[in-house]
């Protein structure tokens, strides 16, 4: 019986990665196709072929503004997730058509690859909570460590109004309603994720993007860290064992989901305020006092969100299974194990 065929689509990368290595467990074929352009891409890789199933990893080199290589790419495959993309705001003010060509364009390619196909794959995209901009028309109340959605106790549903900000948003956003548009015009059995923060082993983070492990990797090697905004803007945060749970049910239940876009994030119960509160947390695993300054907010921040996790709960059965305290011991603990020296451990 033939392997059921897999394209990760930035499988190189901390989502990614972890994703293939689940898949590979369950002996898929497994592709990654993937531009090697971030951080850590070439660490996760090493890991993925010492899997006992590597055997059945493919690696390609390539990118996703390339259309011929995407069409190659996709040309046998049976389910795609794509998860590439350009993900820091920053880096869309600074640079918004490389931005605009990675993430419309090279999702548009995606699609149109498995659309010419003429074999139907599932189509997974991560998109993100950025396409519902920065939610201005919603109360938001201010605490002391914390900013809460008034109105909101479980958060901000997938009915809430797309309002694209930043460039970031809008390259985003324009995906997303592409890949919902090729299941109601094509048919294409795609499904869009809004991520909201994900975190977790693998995760190479950087001041632009994957705060909480930057964070992290920041207090382990006693370096000052950058806070935009007051500290108290707040986020849902999932693990990444859960949003690799999240995508194959979705996968394997795409008769039941196609066309759908649902909010995924660790909800109402996996709440914290990116450092008034986290700070502490940080202090706790340190036991050390962590320098920080402050600098102005970033276009298109949103000072709290939220997911509403209810619709992917009512579909697919599924919720977060570690809660925040746990999965942030872990990211530190393979943090700490990984990526700092142990000198810089005892000192």
Known sequence: MRRKRVLVIGGAGFVGSNLVSSLLADKFDVTVFDAFLRLGNQDNVAWLQQHRESSHLRILIGDTRDFAAVQAAVADADTIFHLAGQVAVTSSVTDPRTDFDINAVGTFNVLEGARLSGRRPTII?????????GIKDIAIVEGRDRYRLRDFPKGIPETQPLDFHSPYGCSKGAADQYVRDYARIYGLPTVVFRMSCIYGPR???????????????SALKRQQITIYGNGKQVR?????DDLVRAFRLAADNIDKVAGEAFNVGGGPLN????????????RTLTGKKIEVKFRDWRPGDQLCYVSDIQKISDCLGWRPLV????????LWDWAAEHLIPSTALSA
């Open 203 to 217: 995760q190479f983070g950087t001041e632009d993007q994957g705060w909480l492990a930057h964070f992290i990797i």
């Open 125 to 133: 995209f991560s998109s993100t909570n950025k396409v519902y901009g």
């Open 236 to 240: 849902d945060v999932l693990f990444v």
């Open 271 to 282: 709440t914290l305020s990116v450092w008034a509160e986290f700070g502490e947390v940080l």
């Open 323 to 330: 809660d925040k305290k746990m999965g942030i011991r872990r």
